[in-house]
């Protein structure tokens, strides 16, 4: 939902996808996840970690976009059109597409999935995506799931805040303390959410693998 300078309010738009996600099931979580700062569009999902796989796919510094429930179809030998929905398909910094299936680690383990899966893997070809990978909760790091959850949260953007951390960016050398930072900003609250946007957008990166808080490290981000 986005607030209008005349007071009223327009709801998200829903990401069209190739396969609409069972928002609604009974047996596994579903829902929809409301995306970007100006909160302008949602997109659904089928379970918790197909949830926790897009917020911290779409943390990632090295991922430009990501697209959910992609169509991929083939032609079998007998002529039949064969076809799968790939939860996900991350467009990376260098230009690679890669295709994510999400699964449990239960599901995948299974021998018949497993042959499903690398059948299907086998037939995409490199105009489609680059690289084919599963993705189940054992990949899924928890602090950076934690950070991930944090950073979409503190998404909205508070423009004097936000400014007024942006240009304490050009200021920092070497690694400095997000206290610090908040101090700094001189808002409290609102400048510890700046700080967070400014890990959000890559501007800022921690120094180690940590969850985000006030006695947290960060620096400019190391551009490779």
Same mark, same amino acid.
């Given at each position: 939902? %986005?607030?209008?300078? !005349?007071?009223? /309010?327009?709801?998200? /738009? $829903?990401?069209?996808? @190739?396969?609409?996600?069972?928002?609604? @099931?009974?047996?596994?979580?579903?829902?929809? &996840?409301?995306?970007?700062?100006?909160? #302008?569009?949602?997109?659904?999902?089928?379970?918790?970690?197909?949830?926790?796989?897009?917020?911290?796919?779409?943390?990632?510094? *090295?991922?430009?976009?990501? +697209?959910?429930? &992609?169509?991929?179809?083939?032609?079998?030998?007998? #002529?039949?059109?064969?076809?799968?929905?790939? *939860?996900?398909? @991350?467009?990376?910094?260098?230009?690679?597409?890669?295709?994510? %299936?999400?699964?449990?680690?239960?599901?995948?383990?299974?021998?018949?999935?497993?042959?499903?899966?690398?059948?299907?893997?086998?037939? &995409?070809?490199?105009?489609?995506? !680059?690289?084919?990978? &599963?993705?189940?909760?054992? !990949?899924?790091?928890?602090?950076?799931?934690?950070?991930?959850? =944090?950073?979409? +949260?503190?998404?909205?953007?508070?423009?004097?805040?936000?400014?007024?951390? $942006?240009? =304490?960016?050009?200021?920092? /050398?070497?690694?400095?303390?997000?206290?610090?930072?908040?101090?700094?900003?001189?808002?409290?609250?609102?400048?510890?959410?700046?700080?967070?946007?400014?890990?959000?957008?890559?501007?800022?990166?921690?120094?180690?693998?940590?969850?985000?808080?006030?006695?947290?490290?960060?620096?400019? $981000?190391?551009?490779?």
């Amino acid at each position: 939902m %986005m607030t209008m300078p !005349d007071g009223g /309010v327009t709801l998200p /738009v $829903r990401v069209q996808t @190739a396969r609409k996600t069972a928002v609604g @099931a009974r047996e596994h979580q579903t829902g929809q &996840v409301t995306e970007y700062s100006d909160e #302008g569009y949602t997109v659904g999902y089928d379970s918790n970690t197909e949830m926790k796989c897009m917020l911290v796919l779409r943390a990632r510094p *090295d991922v430009v976009d990501l +697209e959910s429930q &992609v169509l991929f179809q083939w032609l079998d030998a007998d #002529g039949k059109t064969g076809k799968h929905f790939f *939860d996900f398909r @991350a467009l990376k910094a260098n230009g690679q597409r890669v295709a994510i %299936m999400v699964k449990s680690e239960y599901r995948r383990r299974q021998p018949k999935v497993q042959a499903e899966l690398a059948g299907i893997a086998a037939r &995409v070809p490199q105009s489609f995506a !680059d690289q084919v990978v &599963v993705m189940t909760e054992r !990949d899924i790091d928890p602090v950076e799931y934690f950070n991930a959850e =944090l950073m979409h +949260e503190m998404r909205r953007p508070d423009p004097d805040a936000d400014a007024a951390a $942006r240009r =304490l960016l050009g200021d920092i /050398v070497g690694a400095v303390r997000v206290q610090n930072l908040v101090d700094a900003i001189g808002l409290g609250a609102r400048g510890f959410r700046a700080a967070v946007r400014l890990l959000r957008s890559h501007e800022l990166e921690l120094t180690l693998n940590v969850r985000i808080n006030h006695e947290a490290y960060v620096r400019r $981000r190391m551009f490779k």
